[in-house]
């Protein structure tokens, strides 16, 4: 790899939906393009998602076109398991430090499965945030690319590992695989390395660490999929109890000083649509309500806002919620103000949902020589105004700002038109 | 372009893995004898095929001369890397023996194991026989030139012209009015973009208009429009008209910028829009915020000319509603820029009184320190909904009355002077799908079915609207609208996808936006259309095929000049010719088929997918008589969604009944009527097609292709009429890549459905 890589090479990191449309337009732009992957499968936190709003569809859909515009494309390599840790030199030239974690399993890997059957070792699932245990020898999840099963480091140096290994007929696991760190140049570097949910744990009123029934947007996504952790039911976590009156947190961790002081954007569409999870589970008994300061349900994304406000089974409270607490049978009472008419409240619901907020994934700073780039105080990298309007190091997607995916998908095509730019120029030079 | 007679027989060389318990469920030297039958050369069995040893031995067959590989292994989604011969210029048939047949049946099943098997292989003997390797089209058809046409020279025009002009691109930009810049130009202060986010930023549009004019690789014209435009990417033609001179110019693909209008206040009397001029728009509050810097004096109010003391913002005016007249959406921006013009009473006079009247404020992202930033100015934010406002008399303040939705009461403000924050109509040209239906009487002609005509009420907003591009297509003048009269893309993850390849629609003909998503949104266009000239310069397929160098070929003389393809084609690629045939554009051809699927008499193809590679893979499937009691059940399913669920669903080892046989193609709009009507008459007992959704919130990625294979259904139930066959014995069926355990039981429920209407009559015949 560190071979063939050139100053003309582009380098994404991150695999989401940011990162691969990056790396993919470049890449059918004719340009030769490394991609580097944190996780052991590209997808990112959308191929985490149940479904999309507005049109409720499946993200996978369009992560299987894109998994096969990669898999066609002879221009574009990825690396899994990678991180970029240090990016020194200039534009047209910069010299990429990649960290590679061993997945014990080398390109022989057929997918076949034979290693998870001989292991019985768990591990706490990656791809869903903990709530389910795996084996200690996975593939991440069922969309995911490489198609490549992992043998957990917990596993590596032991007896299960060994099992894996034996089970193996194609010598696939290879329990010798050790942490790696490679070097490659490159000419103009994309940041594609997407958010991570607030810690709601921090918002400490909200009681999270507290109450198994308050839970965040992201892992109730999880629990409508059907290989999900609940198998796609919505049930209560503190006692498999259907949730069926759900209530949906806004601005958890978001607009808000003590937190985040950005308004993470996605979250009052995320929750209108995850309002419409709770109708699909329970039909004429779902009950949905939205504790929300502002609903942004920015442009079109209005047509969707009117028909979930058509919904009966969906109320509206304009309140930031001031604290949760719990009942004795374990049910979330959430306390605050109805904004409209200044009334108090005291709400019982069956689960608490938090739209916790977006924040960067990594840290620039610490990747970047000093002045390669800017962050602003929100820690999304900032555009740089440098010659020919921009400098060699870009930031797509949530990495530049909390986005929703259309627009994600549109800052990461932008972003690849930047980098062909200062590769074109290096290759001019 | 015409069919090519393949000269050389097909040399066909069949590989057989025995890999992942292949070799224990199944019985490879009977398999190897299938192959033989079914036309193999030469037949080899390998323990991994995959493994760089198997990887040599296929490629040794090449070299001993085999033209055709059949690889009887694992599902054509995996292994993807090592079955790659697409350089060897191998045409390569992918036999799903693993996924297909062994994981998704019942180990002990064994005689119809087999038999599926056998038959898998057949039919990848029968597809490669009458396949070849994708060849791209000669470079002398292909488009070439590489220049890039932007219609718009404002903010969105001119930032994908200067991007595309510093990747190396020459660029040609077409500005109706005389000068550049659009509606920025007249902007005071712009939104801010880069932190700390607290006030308006300076308006930069000179030094983008100043660096468009100094970039070497832009020609602008002023004052001048798009009289036609033809031809395909890579060798697009635009006739471009100023005032009495029209200059034609070749480009390679096309970037609309064509920006918006504003709303039209005076449909808003209640708010006193045209009654008083101290009612105004936003972009009139920018000329007012201009002429008081440039006076050095406070904001004047129009009526007297008295500085302003007091302003009331009103939020959605017009605007995500339902009343007639008015806009049912969120324009996305306005509650940034009321919060900025607010900014401009309270930085020149902290004592004015500013309050914006909202209902939802929307400053996503580090809109938020904006906002927070006007509110510690002193910016008042009312949570109400602003019902009608008065126009005072004799220099009297107005009355803005509104329901405040704090105190739960109707409340009145009064002000100098009121800022009505109206929305962006989108400059999207002509609604194609209106204008043929108007033209016609009749529904969509376009194939988008009935849902998106019911979809299509009148827009709301009627403004007479002039073509933007003049496209001289079959389809109609401009880009197909969407929504609310935007031409922006159906799909979340590919928001760049047009149903006119190489034209690529960015800022508020999209969507409304901001000037600063404007700007990312077309820098994004022009990577489309850099990519389109690149692609058409290799005779590429682009998005969602991206890569696919097959194209369709037609037979002229079998051709009824029906007109289907040209109508049907979802992407608009096909025209017609002097004589009434079909004109095929290549580049803007998108490799779905749906012609395929469309052509009655079966004329066009592509060199490895035709009515024969699908056809004949069907009539090599071995059907049991009717005593036997295996019915078989053909399913063609879509590759994008419904074939990788089945992956999915083997993955997950989900069995499913053995007597399917599934066929992946490429979009359900190519099937064509003649595979249904071959398999019954063949004797199959019962016919699925597994496609992508339909209808308003269509999945399918050629958008129209699943809307009209259920259409074409209708005349799939006359086959069957005729033919005394059941309605059941051909079924539609809508699914997504993730029913992984669906897609199975549906099989299984059809395959308990057919058991009980019984065997096909027509087998053995």
């Known amino acids: 790899m560190s071979e063939v890589a050139t100053n003309q090479t582009i380098l994404v990191a991150g695999g989401g939906i940011s990162g ?35 049109k409720m569809c499946r993200p996978h859909c369009g992560q299987e076109i894109n998994q096969r515009r990669i898999r066609a494309n002879r221009r574009l390599r990825v690396l899994t398991l990678a991180e970029i840790t240090k990016l020194r030199g200039a534009p047209g030239d910069y010299t990429a430090t990649i960290k590679i974690a061993p997945r014990h399993v080398n390109s022989n890997c057929t997918a076949c499965g034979d290693c998870a059957s001989a292991v019985s070792a768990e591990i706490d699932s990656p791809h869903d945030y903990g709530m389910r245990k795996v084996k200690a020898a996975y593939l991440p999840h069922n969309l995911a690319w490489p198609q490549r099963y992992v043998i957990d480091a917990s596993i590596a140096g032991g007896e299960q590992g060994a099992a894996a290994r034996d089970a193996c007929r194609y ?63 919505l ?57 929300y300061i502002d609903i942004r349900g920015i442009d079109r994304f209005e047509d969707f806002e009117r028909q979930v406000r058509a919904d009966e089974r969906v109320r509206f409270v304009k309140s930031k919620v001031a604290r949760i607490e719990q009942n004795a049978d374990g049910s979330p009472v959430l306390h605050g103000v109805d904004t409209h008419g200044a009334r108090r409240y005291a709400n019982t619901h069956d689960l608490a949902v938090l739209a916790v907020g977006m924040q960067p994934s990594v840290d620039a700073n610490e990747v970047f020589e000093e002045g390669a780039t800017s962050v602003d105080a929100s820690g999304f990298i900032q555009a740089r105004d440098g010659e020919n309007g921009n400098d060699g190091v870009f930031a797509a997607g949530c990495a530049a700002d909390a986005l929703d995916v259309n627009r994600s998908v549109q800052s990461a095509t932008a972003a690849a038109l930047r980098a062909i730019q200062v590769v074109n120029r290096a290759a001019r030079a | 372009m015409t069919q090519q007679a393949e000269t050389a027989e097909p040399k066909i060389a069949a590989y057989l893995c025995a890999g992942c318990g292949l070799g224990e469920r199944l019985d490879l030297e009977r398999l190897a004898k299938v192959a033989a039958e079914a036309g193999a050369g030469a037949v080899e069995q390998h323990e991994m095929l995959c493994g760089e040893d198997g990887v040599a031995r296929i490629r040794g067959g090449i070299q001993d001369g085999a033209t055709h590989l059949v690889l009887g292994a694992c599902s054509r989604r995996a292994k993807t890397g090592a079955f790659n011969f697409a350089d060897d210029g191998a045409a390569v048939a992918r036999v799903n023996l693993r996924e297909g047949v062994i994981w998704t049946q019942p180990e002990d099943a064994g005689e119809t194991t087999q038999e599926m098997a056998d038959d898998y292989l057949r039919m990848g003997c029968a597809e490669a026989k009458f396949m070849r390797a994708p060849r791209a089209i000669a470079a002398d058809e292909r488009g070439a030139n590489k220049r890039i046409l932007v219609v718009g020279g404002g903010v969105s025009g001119m930032t994908a012209a200067l991007e595309a002009a510093r990747a190396g691109y020459e660029v040609l930009l077409v500005e109706k009015s005389g000068a550049l810049g659009g509606w920025a130009k007249s902007l005071h202060r712009r939104l801010p973009r880069r932190a700390p986010f607290s006030a308006p930023a300076e308006n930069d549009t000179a030094e983008l208009c100043a660096a468009v004019e100094h970039e070497k690789n832009i020609t602008v014209f002023l004052n001048a429009h798009i009289a036609r435009t033809s031809g395909a990417p890579g060798r697009f033609s635009a006739d471009i008209a100023q005032g009495e001179n029209t200059r034609t110019e070749n480009i390679g693909a096309i970037v ?136 005072g008399t004799n220099g009297a303040q107005l009355a803005v009355h509104f329901r405040d939705h704090v105190l739960d009461e109707d409340a009145v403000a009064r002000a100098d002077l009121v800022v009505l924050a109206t929305g962006q109509v989108a400059n999207s040209g002509v609604d194609i799908s209106a204008v043929e239906k108007n033209e016609d009487g009749e529904k969509e002609k376009n194939g988008n079915g009935k849902d998106e005509s019911a979809e299509k009420k009148p827009a709301q907003v009627s403004v007479p609207v ?80 991206a890569g696919d160098l097959s194209f369709p070929s037609f037979r ?33 051809c998108r490799r779905c088929g749906t012609c395929m699927g469309a052509c009655p008499v079966r004329v066009i193809s592509f060199e490895n997918y035709s009515v024969d590679t699908v056809g004949q893979q069907i009539k090599a499937i071995d059907m049991p008589d009717e005593f036997d009691e295996k019915p078989r059940i053909l399913v063609l399913a879509c590759e994008n969604d419904a074939y990788p669920a089945l992956d999915m669903a083997a993955h997950n080892r989900i069995h499913y009944n053995a007597f399917v046989r599934v066929i992946p193609i490429r979009c359900l709009g190519s099937v064509n009527a003649i595979w249904v009507t071959d398999a019954l008459n063949a004797g199959f007992d019962g016919i699925m097609l597994l496609g992508c959704k339909k209808g308003d919130d269509y999945q399918c990625h050629f958008v129209t292709g699943a809307a009209l294979a259920h259409e074409r259904m209708g005349k799939i139930d006359d086959t069957l009429n005729q033919l005394q066959l059941e309605p059941e014995r051909v079924r539609a069926f809508e699914v997504e890549i993730t029913d992984i355990a669906r897609v199975p039981q549906l099989i299984n429920d059809y395959a308990a459905k057919i058991d009980e209407i019984g065997m096909n009559p027509f087998k053995g015949f």
């Open chain 2, 256 to 391: 609309q910028a064509s920006g918006f209008r504003r709303y039209d206040a005076s449909q808003l009397p209640e708010f006193a829009y045209g009654k008083t001029p101290d009612v105004v728009d936003q972009m009139e509050l920018e000329a007012l915020a201009r002429a008081a810097d440039e006076n050095g004096a406070p904001i004047a109010r129009p009526s007297d000319g008295k500085a302003v003391q007091s302003v009331v913002f009103v939020q959605c005016a017009g605007q995500r509603s339902e009343k007639p007249g008015h806009l049912p959406y969120c324009s996305g921006c306005c509650c940034g820029v009321s919060i900025k013009q607010a900014m401009y009473f309270k930085m020149r006079d902290s004592e004015a009184d500013a309050n914006i009247i909202y209902t939802d404020l929307r400053a996503p992202g580090n809109g938020e320190d904006f906002y927070r930033a006007a509110q510690e100015m002193g910016v008042v934010f009312t949570n109400g909904a602003v019902e009608r406002v008065e126009a």
């Open chain 2, 556 to 588: 002229r003389d079998g051709c009824t000049q029906c007109k289907r393809c040209t109508v049907e084609c979802p992407f608009g690629a096909i025209d017609q010719d002097a004589e009434g045939y079909p004109q095929f554009n290549e580049s803007r």
């Open chain 1, 235 to 291: 049930l209560r976590p503190s006692d498999g109890a259907e949730a069926k009156d759900v209530a949906f947190v806004q601005c958890a961790g978001s607009r808000d000083r003590n937190h985040l002081a950005h308004c993470s954007r996605v979250c009052c569409m995320a929750s209108l649509k995850q309002s419409m999870y709770v109708g699909e589970c329970y039909g004429e008994d779902a009950r949905a309500t939205i504790y």
């Open chain 1, 171 to 233: 010598g696939a696991v290879d329990l010798d695989m050790r942490e790696e760190t490679i070097e490659l140049k490159c000419g103009a570097v994309i940041f594609a390395t997407g958010w991570r949910p607030y810690d709601a744990a921090k918002i400490q009123p909200y009681g999270y660490a507290r109450y198994d029934n308050v839970v965040t947007s992201v892992e109730f996504e999880r629990m409508l999929d059907p290989y999900g952790p609940t198998g796609g039911k």
């Open chain 2, 466 to 545: 002039e073509s933007i591009l003049q496209l001289d297509y079959r389809q109609g003048p401009d880009l197909p609208h969407l929504k609310h009269g935007f031409s922006d893309s159906h799909f979340i993850c590919f928001p760049y996808e047009t149903r006119r390849t190489g034209i690529y629609a960015c800022g508020p003909p999209r969507r409304p936006m901001d000037m600063h998503q404007a700007m990312e949104d077309a820098t994004g266009a022009a990577l489309k259309a850099i990519q389109a000239v690149e692609n058409a310069g290799l005779g590429r397929a682009a998005h969602p095929r």
């Open chain 1, 20 to 54: 691969m449309t990056a790396a993919l337009e470049a890449a059918e732009c004719g340009k030769e393009v490394v991609l580097v992957e944190k996780r052991a499968a590209l997808g990112g936190r959308v191929s985490q998602l149940y479904k999309y709003f507005p």
